[in-house]
């Protein structure tokens, strides 16, 4: 993969852009109010609530900025299908040691979520799953010791 590029799956894109609506719109109105209102309280150099929504509208820009970038560099990925996995394929494991079964969903590295079992093709895990088929064991070098985990299904 490019590393220019921002990979990502369709949802991940739809993610993004209706961030950045949000970001750009709503919020955006939202922190110029907080800012009016505090500004109004008149002396800016003690005024905790001016001072709080500047931090808040700096964070806010760096973020727009940042999904703006994300979105010209983006090279949007389709799952490679059932056969083989790559980026945007749900992926069934087995964890031989603890006897259980895992779903994840290799994503680039921008839409990553571990709580939401999205894993980045980068990862560890990532990087081992690309190119398995169906029936192919897959060794994790973890902080724990080895991880082994055998390829179920490939959901697509």
């Known amino acids: 993969m490019e590393g220019n590029e921002t990979i990502l799956t369709p949802e991940g ?6 961030e950045l609506e949000e970001l750009k719109g709503p ?13 109004s309280y008149g002396d800016l150099k003690e ?3 001016y001072h709080s929504a500047k931090d ?5 820009e760096t973020r727009i900025l940042t999904l703006e970038r994300m ?3 983006a090279k ?13 394929s749900v992926v069934v494991l087995h964890d031989i040691e603890f006897d259980e079964k895992i779903e994840y969903t290799l994503v680039g590295p921008a839409e990553a979520n571990v709580a939401d ?3 980045s093709y980068e990862s560890p895990l990532g990087k081992e799953l690309r190119g398995k088929k169906v029936g192919d064991k897959v060794s994790v070098n973890a ?14």
């Open 13 to 18: 894109l739809a993610k993004i852009e209706e």
């Open 27 to 39: 919020r955006r109105k939202e922190l110029a109010e907080r800012l009016k209102t505090a500004i």
């Open 47 to 49: 005024n905790s609530e």
């Open 56 to 60: 808040d509208q700096a964070f806010m």
């Open 71 to 73: 979105l010209r560099t």
């Open 76 to 88: 949007v990925v389709e799952s490679t299908g059932k056969e083989v996995v790559g980026v945007g």
């Open 117 to 119: 079992n999205r894993i």
């Open 143 to 156: 902080p724990v010791g080895v991880i082994e985990y055998k390829l179920l299904e490939i959901k697509g």
